[in-house]
């Protein structure tokens, strides 16, 4: 009996036959292993076409929130929105389900997004991104798509945050205090606003340089919805803002939310709720990580970086 396994590394060779098998690529395709992270990503070469393979870790993502990431994809492909889709396999059918050792891991195949990553945006680029940000949020504000892979509810982000991190701060009761104090503050704050000004939908849930392309025509190409979920859309404004918000300027930051407005006006509550999203976005970061880092499949996340990480979100929430 083969010992159990929690997250393995499936054969590249025999990913390319299954892709093989149910779309019409070349016979002398090749794939290249890009990442390891929440999922496992692959670059496929058929000719003159290029895809990307996203296999799914084991227990990750749900088969219905997969589903509903695709339908979510093909809406904003069918509305003009550039994304990296999924691409349709020769019974007309997006996931490919995979018997790993650790159990069932879904396949999917998406498009290839063209130009590169960019990490320092223009002004110009900031606001760009911003028009395309705002056009995304007019096509899922108010819907729903079915099951979304996060809930970004504010008392659901604390109660995982707290539930998480309580066993690992167990010696840094000063900072644990600190999220309880910040959970009170933000219930506060939240229960004293009219929720009316404040536009739900579905949001990207990971809007940062990693997850989208900028060609050198300045077009953008979104990718990566492996966050998107239900909440304020404002959300993913905070997203923006708060990654590598040491090296993102003003400038940048009014660029891009200016370009934002030109497709959807946010109220003065949407506006003064940015700084409470960006740090909302913080503490999901590094309760995500400090979930995987269970001990188990990978090595726990040292109690000290945990501390130093809320010091830093304390900071910047003090500043705000």
């Known amino acids: 009996m083969p010992f159990p396994t929690e997250y393995s590394s499936l054969s590249p060779s025999a990913l390319l036959a299954l892709v093989a098998e149910n779309y019409p690529i070349t016979k002398n395709a090749t794939i290249t292993f890009l990442k390891r992270g929440f999922n496992d ?20 993502r749900s088969l219905e929130s997969i ?21 349709e396999d020769s019974s007309k059918e997006y996931i490919q389900t995979i018997e790993a050792p650790e159990g069932k891991r879904y ?62 701060l167990t010696h840094h009761i000063e900072q644990y205090e600190y999220l309880i104090h910040l959970q009170a503050e933000f219930k506060t ?21 990693e997850n989208f392309f900028l060609t050198a025509e300045n077009k953008f190409t979104f990718f990566d919805f492996d966050f998107f979920g239900t909440g304020a859309l404002i959300y993913d404004i905070g997203v923006f803002i708060w990654y590598d918000h040491k090296n993102k300027s003003k400038e940048i930051i009014e660029a891009f939310v200016k370009g934002y407005q030109t497709q959807r006006t946010l109220t003065e509550t949407e506006v003064s709720l940015l700084p409470y999203f960006s740090t ?11 979930k995987i880092s269970d001990g188990k499949q990978l090595p726990l996340w040292p109690a000290q970086e945990v501390a130093n990480f809320i010091k830093k979100v304390e900071k910047w929430y003090s500043d705000k």
């Not at 496929?44 to 076409?49: L, M, Q």
């Not at 960019?118 to 940000?133: F, M, V």
């Not at 704050?189 to 340089?209: P, T, W, Y």
């Open 280 to 290: 909302l976005r913080a503490l999901f970061q590094m309760t995500l990580y400090c």
């Open 189 to 209: 704050k939240f229960n004293s606003i009219d929720k009316s000004q404040i536009s739900m939908g579905v949001c990207h849930g990971d809007l940062q340089a």
């Open 67 to 87: 589903q509903t990431e695709i339908k979510l994809l093909n809406h904003l492909k069918e509305n003009g929105i550039s994304v990296s889709f999924p691409v």
């Open 107 to 168: 396949a999917v195949l998406f498009s290839f997004a063209e130009g590169k990553q960019t990490r320092k945006l223009s002004p110009e680029q900031a606001y760009l991104l911003g028009i395309q940000t705002g056009k995304i949020h007019l096509l899922t504000q108010g819907q729903s798509f079915g099951t979304t892979a996060q809930n970004y509810d504010i008392e659901n982000q604390f109660e995982k945050t707290l539930k998480t991190l309580k066993p690992i």
């Open 41 to 60: 990503t692959y670059s496929i070469e058929s000719g003159k076409n290029k895809y990307i393979l996203r296999v799914y870790k084991y227990n990750w």
